[in-house]
DNA sequence: TATGAATGAGATTTCATTCAT
DNA sequence: AATGAATGAAATCTCATTCAT
């Protein structure tokens, strides 16, 4: 990479960082323009040349993190336990993510309601989780492996998504009605009744 | 009540009845009070007369909207089907208020990321559902009621307020990954398996 | 006139006449809203309740200013010479205009290439020059008037506006090829012999 | 020409023809560099290679389009009728250069401001119209040429160029009071009524 | 010569809130 | 209670110009 080229991808971190450091710390309508490119150190006019508006640093963002989670839990998985089964690999990601929020609570603040389907699904097609591969593929050949055959298993893991997104939200964030340890029990065996409900 | 008072509550039911049909239209971020006011007919001072500012207007907007959709989900209940089973009543208020918020998608736009416990328990607290009861006593006689007992009941709800709310909203507003009639009865498996997770 | 609406005039007037003297003194381009509204002592915000931008600001001034200046040659006619011919009435006017103008270069250079046809039409069928008279009847009356008939007096009064409009600026501004005053026999010239084109 | 040479000069009149095509589309105020080097297809900082600024290009373009406008009118003359008298030659050139802006709007609307005198004076004392020659000299040939002899020539030649060029904006861009073949006969009448009265 | 990323002053515009009427 | 003109801080966004490559 060029040295112009390192410097452009420098100056984008750099904003990409320094506004999610704001949005979760003042709120997106709070955090200006202006405060950003004070605190990432580059002129007014540079925002400009990187991103649209504040609302497009916003989504690039969610893509960002969302997809980062999903990479790091694969990744885990991959390290720790390849050849588990297909809800084996299920709970181990799910407990992966809830665990990842549950120590950046900042990240969760931030996700938010955009820890559903609609984003999951965006975050998902779009990343590649290792090279030609991505989520939806990794989903698939989970479900060819296993032993078990679902029915309907993209709404199997629709429910699962807006569950867990849902339910720890409130857990991690207020520990409302209970907090992420006393819950995760229940959310395994909610997403167990779910894949039982499925099973062809 | 007096010609002045009933002119009071008319500019105020006004005003909030305008800066719903704004908010849901617009955003929150994107109404202004000049928007309000105006399209309300009333001055730009009158506005604090009633409200402190925008977000006290939408605080008061959610409570009203929110409690509404139970109260009237209830009143249904009592009406069809006083005496049917928890499971029964759960499903019934359940499926009442997903179809009061697919008539009205603008609603459940203004509401969405209040569907969930957080906001669920406050407009349950806060709100008789008929005179001196609330969603909370309602709950609970229901549970008295029932002839099976249930462990932790508050999370039982809690796991199925968040479900709902969040799987509802997707395929409400998107039809993703399917509608609302096509999710229904995922959602009513998936509330059994609940209920039958936390039988005692 | 309410004290508010005395006030409102008040401040429309000192924005109008700030920018125009602003407007002639660093030219439209160079002179800011800012310029603007701190030299007439007014808040930013308050230029927006008057006028949409700083083009319609000027609109405004060249509709207010170019009429001024017919209505006063109109008035000066009536006083010294109300009953002189039809020619004798156009030079008067032409003349009177050409005078105001270059006692007032700045407002010379500010309508420029304004003072043309199209402005000239526009100015003299919206503003009464007395309270049910304007510019258009005046002429008609002049035309009824004169013992004198002329073909096509509209093509006839553009030629004349056009020329004398055109031709002034330039001899005004930069006594290039003459001064005014030098002008002026030339002027009456080419007049008459256009007036002596369209007699019938 | 040398490569580097032909390069330049691409580069150059690219920069010129898409800055016209600019400046009449959208007005020189809202045309910026950053519209002109992108349409153009060059890189921002080469446009300073090649002209101070804005205003630069501009002038630049004015001197072009109306050298290239007399140019014309003066080729035609030479080759359709060289020994005709003055008053043919020059209401020839009048016509001819009419009927150049009626067929191309875009150019009139483009030098509008500047079809004066003053910009007049400068094109023809500027540009020799064939090589050793421009108008100014052209303009005085004629003159010598001519049986008539006229008292203050150029005051003469600065009411036509200015009644030309005003009634001919107006009549072309707006056909009001009337289009361009309705106007030419009053034109040349007025040409005409302009001549004798110099004549000495 | 040519490039185009970076700059940052400054222009335009918005809008919540106040307060005299 | 109601009005709405006025405010002015602050937000967004532009764009001519520079300069390292």
């Known amino acids: 990479m060029s040295k112009v080229q390192s410097n452009k991808q420098k100056k984008n971190d750099s904003l990409l960082n320094t506004a999610f450091d704001l949005f979760t710390e003042k709120g997106l309508n709070k955090t200006t323009i202006s405060d950003i490119v004070e605190k990432a150190g580059v002129a ?9 508006d504040k609302y497009d640093l916003r989504n690039k963002l969610i893509s960002n993190k969302s997809s980062q989670l ?45 820890l559903s389907w609609g984003v999951f ?16 593929t990794f989903y698939k050949k989970m479900l060819d492996k296993s032993e078990i055959k679902f029915k309907d298993p993209e709404i199997m893991l629709f429910l699962i998504v807006e569950l867990v ?29 779910i894949l039982i409900a499925h099973t062809v």
Not at 44 to 52: A, D, E, N, R, V
Not at 121 to 134: G, I, L
């Open 165 to 193: 997104g849902s339910a720890g939200y409130s857990s991690i964030m207020f520990s409302d009605p209970c907090n992420l340890e006393e819950l995760k029990p229940y959310l395994r065996d909610t997403i167990h009744s």
């Open 70 to 114: 999903f990479i790091d839990a694969y990744n885990a998985l991959s390290l720790t336990n390849p050849d588990c089964s297909f809800e084996e690999g299920l709970l181990f990601i799910v407990e992966h993510i809830l665990n990842a929020l549950n120590s950046n609570k900042a990240l969760l603040a931030f996700l938010h309601k955009d």
């Open 121 to 136: 699904k965006r975050a998902f097609e779009d990343t590649p989780v290792v090279d030609e591969d991505n989520f939806a």
């Open 44 to 52: 007014k006019g540079t925002f400009y040349l990187y991103f649209k």
